[in-house]
C-alpha cells in the first residue's frame, strides 16, 4: 500500500493543480499575515476559507483523481495486488498530498510571520488540524461517489452537489427547522445535527477556540457542558475521525465488490 | 492451467456471460474471437480478477481464485487500451511495476527492440497511441509469467512493430507458456493461433482448432467461416 | 513665617506628642484587643503584635489607630462580626481577619461603621469574611490595599467584599477581591471614588452600584466574574480606564447599564466577555474610545436606551457587534472601527466612504432563536449576511456607521 500510496502522492505532487493548490495558501497567508498584521483576524478569515475552500478542493481533487486515474487503476488491478492496497493507497495519496499543501502553503508564511510571538498558535494549528481532517473526509467521501458512478459527468455532478448541500445548504435547512420549532427545546437537535456534517462539526471545533464567549452565552445546560467543558472538543474530534474512517471502510467494500 | 465452470455474468440486465465452461489444458496460443459486446474482455477480466462473476467458479493451477490477488504474479496481462498516468514518465512506469511486482532486466532488450529508448524520458501524456501501445508490450513482456493475456495487442502498432510482437508471442509459446489472446485481425488468428475459442451471446459457439472450424463451417478461410457463423445466427 | 505655622499646628503637636501606644500581645499586660481599646484615650495607637486573637465584636467608640505587626490575625471563629467602629478618625491597618460568622439575619463584617467619617482602612488581609467591609452611612474615608479571599458558593449565602450604603465621599482604592459575592457594591453612595482594584472570581458582579450618583470608577480590573459590573439606577457615572475580561456565562456581561443617565464610559477595555456592554434602559450615556475585543456581543441592547453616543470605539473580532431586542432610538454609532468592514477609502482621508451596519441579520436569528448560534460563521450565514447587507429588511436601517474609521483607534 505505501508504494501505490508514493506513487499517487508524486504524481498528485507533480501536477500543475497541487502547485496552484500550494501556491494559493502561499499566497493567501502572506497576504492575510503581512497586509493584515492581524493574527486574530488573519485566523477568521482563515477559517471562512478553509471550511469551504478545503472540502471543494477535497472534493473535485478526489473525483478528478479517480477518474483520471481509471485505466491507470485497471493496469495495477491486473497486477499482483490487493484491491483494498490499490484504492485506499491511492486515496491517501490524494488526501495526504492535497492536506501537504494546505498545511506546507499556511504554515511557510506562518512561521515566517514568527510562531512565538503570536498567541493564537493553537487557533491556527486548529485551523490546520480541521482543514487537514477536512480534506480527508472530503476526498474519501469523493472516492465513494466516483466509485459508485461509473459515468464521470454523474459522478463530478453528484460530487459537487454533495459538497453544496454540506456547505450550505445543510445550514440552512438546519436554521429554518430550529426557526420553525423555536419553542422547542432545541439544544440536543442543534449539536446533533452538527454531528451529521462534518463541515459543521470542523466549524464548531473553530468556533470552539474563537467564540467561546458567546457560545457560553446560552442558558441549556447540554450547551454548557458541551462548550464549557473539555467535552465539545473531545466529542467533536472522535466524530470527525468516524467521519473519515467510515468512508474509508466504504471505499474498500465497495472496491472490493467492484467490476472494472 | 486454467480452468472456467459455469461462469456467469452479467451487468445490470445485459447477461453477458452465460455459463461459460472452458478448460485450457497445454501450452499454446489460444485466441478468443466473438462478435462486439459477445463477452471477450469480460471472460479475460473475470480471469484476472478485475470483474466479479455472480455464479461459477475459476481455477488456476487448480486453485480457486475468486477474491485471491497472489496469482495475478503468475499472470501477464495487456490491457486494449494503453491508458498511463499523464505525469510519469515511461521509465518511471516502468521502474514502478516493477517495483510493485519483481525486478527483471528483460525490458532492456524489449526496450531496444521497439525502440523506444528516446522516449524513456518523456512523459506518458505527450506518447502518440502507438508508442504508448509500445510500452504496454514492454510492460507485459518484461515479465516471465506462465499465462499471457493480451486484449487487442496490435492496436496502432506500425508494421514493423507488429512483426516485432508476433515475434514475441511466438517465441513465448516456443518457451511452453499459455497465450491468450482477443482480437479482430483474423489474419493473426490464422498466422499464430492454436486453437479458437468463439464466443456467442455470452456462450462458448465453438471451441477448436482454426482448420476444424473452418472445416465445421464450410469455408476456406477464417473470416468467412466467422461471417458463416454470425449469418447463421 | 516659620514660627507661625508652628504656634498654629502647635496644638495638633501636642496632641500626637501626648497620645500614647498601647502594645497587644499574648504575652504582654494586654492581651485583648477590645481591652486595649478600653484601656486607650482618644487618639492612642493600639500596636498589635504577631499572634492570634480569638475575638467578636469588637467595638471602637473611639478615635484610635489599630496597627496589626505582621502575623497579627484577629480570628472570629465563624461567630459574628469582628470590628465595629463606632467613632470618627479610626485607623485600622495592617492586621489579618479571619473567619467572620455566616448570618441570615445581621450583615456580620470583618470591620463593620456606622455613621462615622474619616477612617483609614489600609494593608488589611481578610479570609473567609461574610462581609469584609461593611460602611453604613458613613462618609469621607479610605478603603486601600487591602486583600480579601472569600469562600462565597451561592448567592444568597454570601455577602460583599467591599459593602457600602448610604455613604458619600469615601475612595476604595488599590484593594484586591476575589471570591465574594459582588466584589465591591455601592448602595445609595454618592461623590466616590473606586479605583486601580482588582475584583476577580465573584459569584454575582465584580463591581456593584445601585441608587449611586456621582461616582467614578477607574483603572480597575475585573476578570472572570459572574458579570464584571453592573451599574443600576445611577446618574453621572464616571467609568474610564477599567478593564472587563472574562466575564463569561449565559447572560453575563463585562458591564450592565440598568436605569443609567448621564454617563461617560471612555477608554475601558472589553474582552471575551459574553456581552461586553448589555444596556437595558440608559439615556445619554457617552461610550468614547473603548476597545472591545473578542466578546461573544460587543454591546446588546435590551430596550428603552436613548440617545446614546458610541464614537471612536475599536470593534475587534467580536462574534457578534451589536444586538438589540425591541426598536433602536436615537442612538448614535459614529468614527468607529469595525474589524470586519470591508469597505474602502478612496479619498484616503482614514474614514470609510461606505457606512457600515453593525447589527447583522444572523444576530436577530439568533436573538429569536439562541440554539442557531451553532450556525456562527458557517457560509449558509454569511450568505444571509450579505443579503440583508444588500437589502436590509429585518435590521434596522438607521442603525450604522455613517464614518467607519479605517484604521485601529488609537488612544
Known amino acids: ?260 | 492451467m486454467v480452468e472456467i465452470k459455469n461462469l456467469h455474468k452479467s451487468f445490470g440486465k445485459v447477461n453477458v456471460l452465460q455459463g461459460i465452461d472452458l478448460a485450457i489444458d497445454e501450452p499454446g496460443i489460444i485466441a478468443i474471437l466473438g462478435p462486439n459486446g459477445s463477452g471477450k474482455t469480460t471472460l479475460i477480466k473475470s480471469i484476472l480478477g478485475m470483474v466479479i462473476p455472480q455464479k461459477g467458479d475459476i481455477l488456476i493451477d487448480g486453485k480457486h481464485i475468486l477474491g485471491e490477488w497472489n496469482y495475478r504474479n503468475e499472470i501477464s496481462y495487456m490491457p486494449q487500451i494503453a491508458n498511463f498516468p499523464q505525469n510519469l514518465r515511461v521509465q518511471e512506469l516502468i521502474n514502478m511495476i516493477k517495483n510493485l511486482r519483481a525486478e527483471t532486466t528483460l525490458d532492456q532488450a524489449l526496450i531496444q527492440q521497439f525502440g523506444l529508448e528516446p522516449f524513456l524520458d518523456k512523459k506518458l501524456g505527450n506518447l502518440s497511441g502507438g508508442t504508448r501501445q509500445k510500452v504496454n508490450i514492454v510492460l507485459t513482456f518484461m515479465f516471465d509469467s506462465p499465462l499471457i493475456i493480451l486484449d487487442e495487442p496490435t492496436t496502432g502498432l506500425d508494421p514493423v512493430a507488429l512483426i516485432y510482437l508476433k515475434e514475441l508471442i511466438r517465441r513465448e509459446k516456443e518457451r511452453g507458456k499459455t497465450i491468450l489472446v482477443t482480437t479482430h485481425i483474423m489474419n493473426l488468428v490464422e498466422e499464430i493461433a492454436d486453437k479458437v475459442v468463439f464466443l456467442l451471446d455470452g456462450n462458448i459457439y465453438f471451441n477448436g482448432t482454426v482448420a476444424a472450424l473452418e472445416e465445421q463451417t464450410g469455408q476456406s478461410d477464417l473470416e468467412r467461416a466467422i461471417a458463416e457463423i454470425l449469418r447463421n445466427k | 513665617m516659620n514660627r507661625t505655622i508652628f504656634i498654629l499646628l502647635f496644638p495638633l503637636l501636642v496632641n500626637s506628642l501626648l497620645a500614647k501606644e498601647i502594645v497587644v500581645c499574648t504575652t504582654c499586660e494586654v492581651t485583648n484587643i477590645q481591652e486595649a481599646i478600653n484601656r486607650a484615650n482618644a487618639h492612642d495607637a493600639i500596636i498589635i503584635k504577631a499572634g492570634t486573637y480569638l475575638e467578636n465584636n469588637i467595638t471602637i467608640d473611639k478615635p484610635l489607630v489599630i496597627k496589626g505587626e505582621q502575623g497579627a490575625i484577629v480570628d472570629g471563629q465563624s461567630k459574628d462580626g469582628i470590628f465595629l467602629v463606632a467613632a470618627d478618625s479610626v485607623t485600622i491597618s495592617g492586621l489579618t481577619i479571619n473567619n467572620v460568622g455566616r448570618s441570615h439575619t445581621k450583615d456580620n463584617a470583618g470591620i463593620k461603621t456606622l455613621n462615622v467619617r474619616h477612617f483609614l482602612f489600609e494593608n488589611n488581609t481578610f479570609n473567609n469574611p461574610f462581609f469584609a467591609f461593611h460602611i453604613q452611612k458613613s462618609k469621607r474615608g479610605v478603603i486601600r490595599d487591602n486583600i480579601i479571599h472569600g469562600n462565597a458558593i451561592d448567592e444568597f449565602d454570601s455577602g460583599n467584599g467591599i459593602h457600602m450604603w448610604h455613604c458619600s465621599n469615601i475612595e476604595v482604592l488599590d484593594n484586591k477581591v476575589d471570591h465574594m459575592r459582588d466584589g465591591i457594591y455601592f448602595e445609595f453612595v454618592k461623590h466616590s471614588k473606586v479605583e486601580g482594584n482588582e475584583s476577580r472570581f465573584n459569584i454575582r458582579y465584580g463591581l456593584h452600584f445601585m441608587f449611586s450618583n456621582n461616582d467614578e470608577y477607574t483603572h480597575n480590573l475585573f476578570e472572570n466574574n459572574g458579570a464584571g459590573v453592573a451599574v443600576m439606577f445611577s446618574k453621572y457615572i464616571f467609568m474610564k480606564n477599567n478593564t472587563f475580561r472574562l466575564n463569561w456565562g449565559s447572560a453575563s456581561y463585562g458591564l450592565l447599564l440598568k436605569e443609567i443617565y448621564d454617563a461617560e464610559i471612555k477608554h475601558n477595555t472589553f474582552e471575551k466577555n459574553t456581552i461586553g456592554i448589555s444596556a437595558d434602559g440608559s439615556t445619554r450615556v457617552n461610550v468614547e474610545e473603548n476597545d472591545f475585543i473578542n466578546n461573544g456581543w460587543a454591546i446588546k441592547f435590551l430596550g428603552a436606551c436613548y440617545s446614546n453616543k458610541f464614537l471612536r470605539n475599536n470593534f475587534v473580532s467580536n462574534s457578534f457587534g451589536i444586538a438589540y431586542k425591541g426598536t433602536l432610538n436615537s442612538n448614535i454609532f459614529d468614527k468607529n472601527f469595525w474589524s470586519e468592514y470591508v469597505g474602502y477609502d478612496l479619498n484616503h482621508d482614514g474614514t470609510g466612504d461606505v457606512p457600515f451596519r453593525p447589527v447583522k441579520l444572523f444576530s436577530y436569528v439568533v436573538n429569536k432563536t439562541p440554539e442557531t448560534i451553532v450556525l456562527l460563521r458557517s457560509l449558509f450565514v454569511d450568505i444571509i449576511n450579505f443579503s440583508e447587507k444588500v437589502s436590509p429588511i429585518f435590521t434596522p436601517d438607521a442603525l450604522k456607521d455613517e464614518h467607519p474609521s479605517m484604521k485601529r483607534i488609537a488612544w
Open chain 1, 1 to 260: 500500500m505505501l508504494k501505490i500510496l508514493k506513487y499517487s502522492f508524486f504524481d498528485l505532487m507533480r501536477s500543475r493543480w497541487s502547485y496552484i493548490y500550494f501556491f494559493f495558501y502561499l499566497i493567501l497567508g502572506y497576504v492575510l499575515f503581512f497586509l493584515n498584521n492581524d493574527v486574530s483576524k488573519a485566523v477568521i478569515t482563515l477559517l471562512n476559507i478553509i471550511i469551504v475552500l478545503t472540502p471543494l478542493i477535497g472534493t473535485i481533487f478526489g473525483v478528478m483523481y479517480y477518474y483520471s486515474s481509471r485505466e491507470f487503476t485497471e493496469l495495477l488491478l491486473s497486477q499482483p495486488l490487493k484491491r483494498s492496497t490499490i484504492f485506499i493507497g491511492q486515496y491517501l495519496g490524494v488526501a495526504l498530498s492535497l492536506s501537504l499543501s494546505l498545511v506546507i502553503g499556511l504554515g511557510i508564511p506562518f512561521v515566517a510571520y514568527g510562531v512565538m510571538r503570536s498567541g493564537a498558535i493553537w487557533d491556527f494549528t486548529s485551523l490546520l488540524v480541521t482543514g487537514s481532517f477536512l480534506t480527508f473526509i472530503f476526498v474519501a467521501l469523493a472516492y465513494n461517489i466516483a466509485l459508485s458512478f461509473n459515468d464521470k459527468i454523474k459522478g463530478f455532478g453528484f460530487a459537487i452537489l454533495m459538497w453544496l448541500f454540506m456547505a450550505v445548504v445543510y445550514d440552512g435547512i438546519i436554521m429554518l427547522l430550529m426557526m420553525k420549532y423555536q419553542d422547542y427545546p432545541l439544544d440536543k437537535f442543534a449539536l446533533g445535527a452538527m454531528m451529521f456534517n462534518p463541515i459543521d462539526l470542523s466549524r464548531v471545533l473553530i468556533l470552539l477556540k474563537l467564540d467561546i464567549s458567546a457560545l457560553l452565552g446560552y442558558t441549556g445546560a447540554v450547551f454548557q457542558q458541551f462548550f464549557g467543558t473539555s467535552m465539545g472538543m473531545v466529542i467533536s474530534m472522535a466524530v470527525l475521525s468516524l467521519w473519515v474512517l467510515i468512508p474509508v471502510w466504504r471505499i474498500r467494500r465497495v472496491a472490493g465488490k467492484k467490476d472494472f
